[in-house]
Each structure stands twice: as structure tokens, then as C-alpha cells.
T-cell receptor
Framework: NAGVTQTPKFRILKIGQSMTLQCTQD?????MYWYRQDPGMGLKLIYY???????DKGEVPNGYNVSRSTTEDFPLRLELAAPSQTSVYFC????????????FGPGTRLTVL | QQQVKQSPQSLIVQKGGIPIINCAYE??????FPWYQQFPGKGPALLIA?????SEKKEGRFTISFNKSAKQFSLHIMDSQPGDSATYFC??????????FGAGTRLTVKP
């Protein structure tokens, strides 16, 4: 199993550009999450999904959109990139039931200039 | 408002020392308290976790101490090694969807 994979690893965007961060998991997990990690701030939840076709906002959803058409994929969309979205983005997943043990991908480092 | 406060921000110990990282939470509805370890350029990885009905949990050299009345929990690393140098995050969650992370502690273990 590859676990949780994310692409790209790095990206530089200009203000106002849009892009999609890709996340795929091969563990058949129902729950998937997107976090952003800013220096000295820990991780903050952007959006999450409890299964295909179901998504909901987390703590910091503004400026982002998500979709979940399959169990495996959970892309994060930035429509109008702003410097405040410069961050490292992590995708995570977990199985249904049990404790909230989340498995994280390697992250995407995004810079908006 | 940060719901999980973590300290210290950074910590340097000698090999064999016992670093201790502390976290405090506010919301008594939290029901799961994990610790994550993160190496540079990698995603966080679950290290150890505890539920509030247990006061201590040990896995190998890593121990969580949990004080429900004080709303505090801590991570102890016994016989620390240079390979333990990483950033450690505490977290607290309610159910499956609301995980709140501390700001992280950068640990350096000197040889």
C-alpha cells in the first residue's frame, strides 16, 4: 500500500491563479481531511469528507473548495490564490469506526507570490 | 482561540535524557488525545494516543501522562536518541471530525 499520496510536492503560484492539490489514498478509508500547517501554528482543518459525495467545512475553509467523487480521491481547489494561502498542505485519511487515528500524506508546499 | 496549548516551543536534551512536552486543553468534550511525530519534509505520523479514562499509557520509550482534572497531558521520551529529533504535536479530538492540534515542539537530541 502506498498509503496517502499527494501531488505536487511543491508549487509556486501567482496571486489570482488557481490550482488543485491532489490527494489519493489506497487504504479504502471513508474519512479524508485537508489541513494546512503554518509555522508555529500547528495544523488547522480546512475541509473533511466522511465518504464519497459528502464534504463539510473545517476550521479554516475560506478560499478553498473540495469534492469527493470517489473513495480514493479528495482534491483541494484554490480558486483565487492569495499570499495568505502560502502554507504546507497535508491530506489525511482514517477508517470508519475506532479512534480518530489519521494517516497523513507527505504534504504539498505552496507559495503564493 | 487555540484550544490546545503546547509547550515548550523547542527543547534540547542530551542523548539519554528524558524530554517532556506538555499540553493543556480547554474543551472537556475531547475524547481522544494523540501525539504525532513529524520529521522535516514529511507528514505527521501517529506516535501514541490516549483516551481520557486512562491516566498513563506507555509504548516502548514513549509515555503519555494524562491528568483529566487539570485538563493536561504530557509526552515523556525515555532514553532519548538523536533519531528522536523531530517536531512533536499534541492533539485532541471529538469524534472523527474535529481534531485540534497544538503548535508543536521542536526536539533536538544531542549525541
Amino acid at each position: 500500500n502506498a498509503g496517502v499520496t499527494q501531488t505536487p510536492k511543491f508549487r509556486i503560484l501567482k496571486i489570482g491563479q488557481s490550482m488543485t492539490l491532489q490527494c489519493t489514498q489506497d487504504m479504502n478509508h471513508n474519512y479524508m481531511y485537508w489541513y494546512r500547517q503554518d509555522p508555529g501554528m500547528g495544523l488547522k482543518l480546512i475541509y473533511y469528507s466522511v465518504g464519497a459525495g459528502i464534504t463539510d467545512k473545517g476550521e479554516v475553509p475560506n478560499g478553498y473548495n473540495v469534492s469527493r467523487s470517489t473513495t480514493e480521491d479528495f482534491p483541494l481547489r484554490l480558486e483565487l490564490a492569495a499570499p495568505s494561502q502560502t502554507s504546507v498542505y497535508f491530506c489525511a485519511s482514517k477508517t470508519s469506526g475506532g479512534h480518530n487515528e489519521q494517516f497523513f500524506g507527505p504534504g504539498t508546499r505552496l507559495t503564493v507570490l | 482561540q487555540q484550544q490546545v496549548k503546547q509547550s515548550p516551543q523547542s527543547l534540547i536534551v542530551q542523548k539519554g535524557g528524558i524530554p517532556i512536552i506538555n499540553c493543556a486543553y480547554e474543551n472537556t468534550a475531547f475524547d481522544y488525545f494523540p501525539w504525532y511525530q513529524q520529521f522535516p519534509g514529511k507528514g505527521p505520523a501517529l506516535l501514541i494516543a490516549i483516551r481520557p479514562d486512562v491516566s498513563e499509557k506507555k509504548e516502548g520509550r514513549f509515555t503519555i501522562s494524562f491528568n483529566k482534572s487539570a485538563k493536561q497531558f504530557s509526552l515523556h521520551i525515555m532514553d532519548s536518541q538523536p533519531g528522536d529529533s523531530a517536531t512533536y504535536f499534541c492533539a485532541a479530538s471529538i469524534g472523527n471530525n474535529d481534531m485540534r492540534f497544538g503548535a508543536g515542539t521542536r526536539l533536538t537530541v544531542k549525541p
